[in-house]
């Protein structure tokens, strides 16, 4: 069975604290990927990064950085000094079979001024 | 260039009512999904297309749910005979290939 997990529900800091997301996947195929989104209070869905299962090498986007661990199954976000912007909720994703998404829960993000 | 779009934003719906839901997907895209999402949940998938053939349909959740996607292009959902817990939000995504989907901003449904 495929599976994400974000045991996080909710997270509250104060602006220009570092704050790191964490997802939890299970999958049995050996080639995978995994994806972070944004959902902001306006609704949409807004793709932040994709990484494939050879790839392990961790990103940085700006403030923005993940770290992959195919030893643990984990694909953790983490936001640099964090902006009032930045509030939004973070979903996790991994691709099945069809292509189709696997979402999880969901981590809600609230970044006081 | 113009990304996912999806009509209408709301729809209040009476129970029982027929809705029909719009994806216009990114020009060119080969694959649609459809998503539903609840309230305080994860998106959850509910069908596929890669160009006009439905691929997968197999989280629509009752026979009441009907995707086409006809010419390969514009995606309907229709939802037959509505009950309140068909309430959520329904998002539709594109994607080139076996790659990252791009979603449109949902239709919120709500019915009485």
């Known amino acids: 069975a495929q599976k994400v997990t974000q045991a996080q529900t909710e997270i509250s800091v104060v602006e220009k604290e570092d704050v790191t997301l964490d997802c939890v996947y299970e999958?049995?195929?050996?080639?995978?990927?995994l994806f972070w989104y944004k959902q902001p209070p306006s609704g949409e869905l807004v793709f932040l990064i994709r990484?494939?299962?050879?790839?392990?090498q961790n990103e940085i986007s700006g403030r923005y950085s993940w770290n992959f661990q195919k030893s643990t199954s984990s694909f953790n976000f983490t936001i640099t000094a964090s902006q009032v912007v930045d509030s939004a909720v973070y979903f996790c994703?991994?691709?099945?079979?069809?292509?189709?998404?696997?979402f999880g829960a969901g981590t809600r993000l609230a970044v006081h001024p | 260039g113009a990304g996912v779009s999806q009509s209408p934003r709301y729809k209040v719906a009476k129970r029982g009512q027929d809705v029909a839901l719009r994806c216009d997907p990114i020009?060119?895209?080969?694959?649609l999904f459809w998503y539903q999402q609840a309230l305080g949940q994860g998106p959850e998938f509910l069908t596929y297309?890669?160009?006009?053939?439905?691929?997968?349909k197999s989280g629509l959740p009752s026979d009441r749910f009907f995707a086409e996607r006809p010419e390969g292009s514009v995606s309907t959902l229709k939802i037959q005979r509505t009950q309140q817990e068909d309430s959520a939000v329904y998002l539709c995504?594109?994607?080139?290939?076996?790659?990252?989907?791009?979603f449109g901003p949902g239709t919120r449904l709500t019915v009485l």
């Open positions: 995504a594109s994607s080139p290939s076996i790659d990252t989907q791009y």
């Open positions: 999958t049995r195929d050996t080639t995978y990927y």
């Open positions: 990484r494939n299962s050879f790839d392990e």
């Open positions: 994703a991994l691709i099945g079979g069809y292509n189709k998404l696997i």
């Open positions: 020009s060119g895209h080969v694959s």
């Open positions: 297309f890669q160009n006009e053939a439905q691929l997968d």
